[in-house]
């Protein structure tokens, strides 16, 4: 692997060492000058200042290159989270089962909750499991560098593969959920239907949206590791706002909120990919409760985080794990 | 310092392997955040303390700056095994991670021919993990490709003689002794072929038998890589692996020459053989 980085560096050609600079009278016999600086015999011999930041294009060739280090690591972290439990991996489906249980005992039985909504458990559960998609990956990113500095100070990758992998690794996690929350669906009487296919787009763009935002955090995380103790208190604000356990239409429908405040909850990047998800897969959520262009906002949310947490990332690729 | 000995590079004969890596004036200075306070960086009044001293002078009073490498200048060429000597806090590790790209240089420059890596795959293993998925894991880590991890896998397994009392590969790793771990943690690192390899103090670990066989594996990597740094306190080491050795004392480079004209010099500076 080697790659030409020395912008900075006095364009020598390559090939036979000549002889350099203006001085071209130099003795034939010994093929280069006594005092040649040490930038011209790295440049005459094609080395690379060490530990410089590589251009984007390069940069994405080589996180490609990694691939197969990503999703092994993701999931190596995903097996290696119950491999001292007695019931091992089987904790991958009974945690997110258990999570519904208590949210079905809470609100579907002891406060027989509808709050005006129908299907009100699988609306919350999806909600849950759509939120803590996001909300984990968020919290993941953030952790990613500074929690990973013996990993960075050690090997050289690409610095995007750890919070890349950390998303792919709730990712995984949140393929587990939707198998817990398929039962919980049916066990409720929404019937399976075509729309469910819908979630494959919804869960592709929340992802790169998810892992665009993780890549922001990793970068400040880095910089502040004190901000791991500040996203909590930031993450249960957005969860509560984002309609999670409550229906934005209905509680818009009902009150006269001034218009700025209405599409900030309906644009709310948490809220939209919670609504896909809910009208993919619940039936008697139907497209009226939709907010309007949401497709839309969908990508919008994901090109511009998927996009711009990449660059922002890289920006400081150099600076990771120093200091 | 007077008696520095240091020599001029010699002029480059013809046949001169090409050079690898080339450190020209490099300084490294460390910053300590959070440092140079009585109390140090646990007690909640000092941290305020911080945030108000800074806010009152406008400047950082909590960071404190250690300058670890001082103008060292060198070239290493293809084929050479190249050791760093010098006592304790002397600035080596430090000049190993500068090589190797993850510690920023404060002044100067380093070049090198591709990427030097330091040997050890640590910080990707997962005790949770099999033997097995961490000779993957740790191989994708460095970069290996998933066919040459496949084609190693048992050379690897072998090297590391994990599997001579049993079947030990298939068992997670935090069942291993400490010896075992040590043991299969270099077999995975050395396990690829670098440019440019970086070995921190990497021979101490495993019994004398392993260590023999890791000795002789540092050779190999040699043979097949370009250039070799190896830092060590073992002094019969140094002799064994290197035909160069590299001298830092207080972050100078003291002494650069033959292997046996510098631990001469750095023994009779030590007071006999460490």
């Known amino acids: 692997m080697r790659q030409v980085l020395l912008d900075e560096l006095p364009a020598t050609p390559s090939g036979p060492p000549g002889p350099p600079g203006p001085r071209g009278l130099s003795t034939p016999a010994d093929s280069r000058p006594a005092a040649e600086s040490a930038a011209d015999l790295a440049a005459r011999h094609g080395l690379t200042v060490s530990g410089a930041r590589p251009t984007l294009p390069a940069y994405v060739r080589r996180l490609w290159h990694r691939r197969h280090f990503i999703t092994a690591f993701a999931t190596a972290k995903l097996t290696a989270q119950y491999s001292q439990a007695k019931l091992g991996q089987l904790w991958q489906i009974m945690t997110p089962l258990l999570n519904a249980a208590v949210y079905y005992v809470i609100f579907g039985v002891l406060m027989n909750t509808k709050r005006g909504v129908p299907d009100y458990v699988p609306f919350l559960v999806t909600g849950v499991f759509v939120f803590t998609f996001t909300q984990q990956s968020v919290m993941a990113g953030t952790r990613a560098i500074s929690g990973s500095l013996g990993l960075v100070r050690a090997l050289h990758f690409p610095r995007a593969a750890l919070p890349l992998s950390y998303c792919l690794q709730q990712l995984q996690q949140l393929l587990f959920s939707l198998c817990a929350l398929v039962a919980i669906l049916l066990a409720f009487g929404v019937p399976p239907t075509a729309s469910w296919l819908l979630a494959v787009p919804a869960l592709t763009l929340q992802f790169t949206f998810n892992a665009g935002l993780a890549l922001v955090m990793a970068r400040l995380g880095a910089q502040t590791p004190d901000i791991a103790q500040l996203m909590p208190f930031v993450l249960r604000t957005w969860m509560y706002a984002s309609g999670v356990m409550w229906s934005i239409d209905t509680v818009l429908k009902d009150r006269h909120l001034p218009h700025a405040l209405t599409v900030l909850l309906e644009a709310n990047p948490a809220a939209v990919y919670i609504d896909l998800m809910r009208f993919a897969l619940i039936d008697s959520f139907h497209a009226n409760r939709l907010p309007d262009h949401v497709w839309a906002w969908a990508t919008g949310w994901a090109l511009l985080a998927g996009v711009g947490g990449f660059i922002y990332f890289w920006k400081a690729e150099e600076t990771y794990g120093r200091g | ?274």
């Open chain 2, 1 to 274: 310092m007077a008696d520095t000995l240091t020599r001029t590079e010699p002029p480059e004969a013809k046949t001169a392997p090409a050079p690898t890596v080339i450190a020209d004036a490099v300084d490294i200075v460390y910053r300590v955040h959070g440092a140079g306070t009585a109390t140090g960086r646990g007690a909640a009044t000092a941290a305020l303390g911080r945030i108000l001293r800074r806010h009152r002078d406008g400047q950082e009073r909590g960071v404190r700056t250690v300058h670890a490498v001082r103008n060292v200048s060198f070239t290493a060429r293809r084929g050479e095994a190249i050791g760093l000597i010098g006592t304790n806090g002397s600035g080596k590790s430090t000049l190993l991670k500068a090589v190797a790209g993850l510690l920023p240089v404060e002044r100067g420059r380093i070049y090198t021919d591709g990427q030097p890596s330091l040997l050890g795959v640590n910080a990707a293993l997962m005790n949770d993990l099999t033997g097995e998925r961490n000779v993957h894991l740790g191989g994708l880590a460095m970069g290996m490709s998933r066919a040459q991890i496949r084609e190693r896998y048992r050379q690897i397994v072998d090297f590391s003689g994990i599997d001579d009392k049993g079947d030990f590969i298939s068992l997670p790793m935090r069942t291993y002794s400490s010896g075992m771990a040590a043991r299969l943690r270099f077999a995975i690192g050395s396990a690829k072929d670098h440019d440019v390899l970086l070995i921190d103090e990497a021979l101490a670990t495993g019994d004398r038998s392993f260590q023999k066989r890791s000795e002789s594996r540092i050779r190999e990597l040699r043979e097949r890589a370009g250039t070799v740094f190896l830092v060590s306190h073992n002094n019969k080491s140094i002799r064994d692996t290197c035909d160069r050795v590299l001298w830092l004392e207080h972050g100078e480079l003291r002494l650069d020459g033959p292997t046996a004209e510098v631990m001469r010099e750095y023994e009779r500076f030590t007071g006999g053989r460490a």
